[in-house]
């Protein structure tokens, strides 16, 4: 069993920053690949990124490449989402999700956070 919980959302202007902080506890975080999804209101949870188990490798999805950033501390069992350049059309609640394998759809995982509002102002 993994506990997951997120923070750093907020208000934001366009063109603005936040960095999400996604805390783990329970079952050993490095065995885990973690996601990052969001959903806006009226649509579904959509895929944002994602880490390997090493944080060597990472995924983005073309809406947030090159604006986002995840990166993991295994030893803090901390992951991080950097998001810059912000748009309106960020605005979302955040997931981080944790999952056995590289996937980027929401089948893929298996423990989810109860999500952190972003909302960016135009």
């Known amino acids: 069993q993994v506990q997951l919980v997120e923070s750093g959302g907020g208000l934001v202007q366009a063109g603005g920053s936040l960095r999400l902080s996604c805390a783990a506890s329970?079952?050993?975080?490095?065995?885990?690949?973690m996601g990052w999804f969001r959903q806006a209101p009226g649509k579904e949870r959509e895929f944002v990124g994602l880490?390997?188990?090493?944080?060597?490798?990472?995924y983005y999805a073309d809406s947030v490449k090159g604006r986002f950033t995840i990166s993991r501390d295994n030893a803090k069992k901390t992951v991080y989402l950097q998001m810059n350049s912000l748009k309106f059309e960020d605005t979302a609640v955040y997931y981080c999700?944790?999952?056995?394998?590289?996937?980027?759809?929401?089948?893929?995982?298996?423990?989810w956070g109860q999500g952190t509002q972003v909302t960016v102002s135009s």
């Open positions: 999700a944790a999952g056995p394998v590289v996937a980027m759809g929401v089948s893929g995982y298996d423990y």
């Open positions: 329970g079952r050993t975080f490095s065995s885990y690949v």
């Open positions: 880490i390997n188990w090493t944080g060597v490798r990472t």
